[in-house]
Nanobody, 129 residues
Framework: QVQLVESGGEPVEAGGSLNLSCVASGYTTGGKNLGWFRQVPGKEREGVANLNSGGYDSYADSVKGRFIISKDNAKNTFYLQMNSLKPEDTAMYYC???????????????????????WGQGTQVTVSS
């Protein structure tokens, strides 16, 4: 059984940084399509970042240049480093993983929640001004 567990979300002041982690069990991250999404109550889930099966990373325009997605296959863990945080980054953040290999890039890679088979339970990030 595949399980994804996020951690690292916490309250932070604007301009600060956080590093979210997603530990996968029953699943290997090597060569897989991985992503991060976020959701604010009352709004649709928004794609934030994607690391495709070829290792290419893509980002939503709203976080480009501030967030970095990465992974450590030896630990079956992937990360979202978030820098220069803004109040509008406040959301529940979810990690997601695909069973099949995918090689999308750009907005096509970031935005499609339907590409993912497994989801974490979420970790709350709150950025105060």
């Amino acid at each position: 059984q595949v399980q994804l567990v996020e951690s690292g979300g916490e309250p932070v002041e604007a301009g600060g940084s956080l590093n979210l982690s997603c530990v996968a069990s029953g699943y290997t991250t090597g060569g897989k399509n991985l992503g991060w999404f976020r959701q604010v109550p009352g709004k649709e889930r928004e794609g934030v970042a994607n690391l495709n099966s070829g290792g290419y990373d893509s980002y939503a325009d709203s976080v480009k240049g501030r967030f970095i997605i990465s992974k450590d296959n030896a630990k079956n863990t992937f990360y979202l480093q978030m820098n220069s945080l803004k109040p509008e980054d406040t959301a529940m953040y979810y990690c997601a993983a695909s069973q099949r290999k995918l090689y999308k890039i750009g907005s096509f890679a970031v935005s499609n929640a339907g590409d993912y088979d497994y989801w974490g339970q979420g970790t709350q990030v709150t950025v105060s001004s």
